[in-house]
C-alpha cells in the first residue's frame, strides 16, 4: 500500500512511464488505483518516430503489469516523507510477524 499511498500524493504532475514493450509515454498523472493502473492525460510518446500510429493519442489507460518503470520529477518526491512511511511499514509489518 506504500506505493499506492505514494502515488496518489504525485497526481496532476508529470511523468514519464516506461512500458515493458520499450514504449515511453510522458504525460499528467490523473489517477491511480491499488493494481497500480494508471491514467494520464495530454500524452506525448518519447519517440514518436518509432511509433507514429500513437500520435493522435492524447489520453490514455495504461494498466499496472505492463509498467517497467514510472520517471518522477525529483520535486515531486518528499524523501523525508517517503523514508518515515517506509519506516512505519516496516515497524508494522514486523510486529505482525511475531
Not at 16 to 28: A, F, P
Amino acid at each position: 500500500m506504500l506505493f499506492f499511498s505514494f502515488f496518489k500524493t504525485i497526481v496532476d504532475h508529470e511523468v514519464t512511464v516506461e512500458l515493458k514493450n520499450d514504449i515511453s509515454i510522458r504525460g499528467t498523472l490523473k489517477s491511480v488505483d491499488q493494481y497500480l493502473n494508471i491514467k494520464l492525460n495530454d500524452i506525448q510518446v518519447v519517440e514518436l518516430d518509432q511509433y507514429p500510429h500513437l500520435s493522435s493519442v492524447k489520453n490514455t489507460f495504461i494498466r499496472g503489469n505492463v509498467v517497467r518503470y514510472i520517471h518522477l520529477p525529483a520535486s515531486a518526491v518528499d524523501t523525508a516523507l517517503l523514508e518515515d512511511a517506509t519506516r512505519r511499514e516496516a515497524a508494522q509489518q514486523a510486529s505482525k510477524g511475531r
